[in-house]
């Protein structure tokens, strides 16, 4: 039988912390709220990953969970509110009398995962950065057209030279595009899924919006 190693643990856990916050990591010092534990896991599993440190303030610190009800709501986070279930893997750690849990999300397979909010709607997150970020129409489209056979194509109709020729400037928010192509909204978003997907058009997030823009060579 292994003997139990809390230095080892500590330096574990140190060798995280000392990475902050990012993409595929985010601290949580309390789980007082299940519903909201679940956007980051819908975040991660809608992008590459990551894992939750639960009992790590925002400084680094390591306060420990508090009680068995946080572990619990940790579980509800992954079961109960999203949809589909998400697969997440948790891992308990003893450093100095505290307990540090790691909830690890892989990237799903079967996206969008989605948190159930308040009035029990489902809503997609990705993760970009350090922040968790309700995902956009064309996220959505993308998602679905990753799972269709004809989302493997890219046709140079007419309706995509327009909407190329409107993207051939400075970039715009979906609401941008929609009025100055012309072009049915609907349309547009299934477009650019497929032009984001192709490496085609650039999607990024500033300002709290969405921006679209031809990917510079």
Request: with cysteine; charged share 25%.
């Amino acid at each position: 039988m292994m003997a139990y190693d809390a230095h080892s643990d500590k330096h574990f856990l140190q060798r995280l912390i000392s990475e902050g916050e990012h993409q595929q990591q985010d601290f949580k010092f309390r789980v007082s709220d299940a519903r909201k534990l679940a956007r980051s896991v819908s975040a991660f599993a809608n992008t590459d990953g990551g894992r939750l440190l639960i009992g790590v303030r925002d400084d680094g610190h390591m306060s420990g969970v508090r009680s068995e009800e946080e572990i619990y709501m940790m579980h509800q986070a992954a079961y109960r509110y999203c949809r589909p279930e998400a697969s997440i893997k948790f891992d308990t750690y003893h450093v100095e009398g505290r307990t540090i849990v790691i909830a690890t999300v892989p990237p799903s397979e079967k996206r969008p995962v989605c948190a159930l909010d308040d009035d029990d709607r489902p809503r997609a997150y990705i993760r970009i950065a350090d922040e968790n970020i309700v995902a956009s129409p064309v996220h959505l489209a993308m998602w679905r057209d990753s799972q269709n056979a004809r989302g493997t194509m890219m046709t140079y109709t007419d309706t995509v030279r327009q909407l190329l020729a409107t993207l051939n400037g400075q970039p715009l928010t979906l609401n941008m595009i929609v009025r100055l192509s012309r072009i049915p909204r609907p349309k547009v978003i299934t477009l650019l899924a497929r032009l984001v997907r192709f490496g085609i058009v650039d999607c990024r997030h500033h300002d709290q919006q969405f921006l679209f823009s031809l990917r510079e060579e």
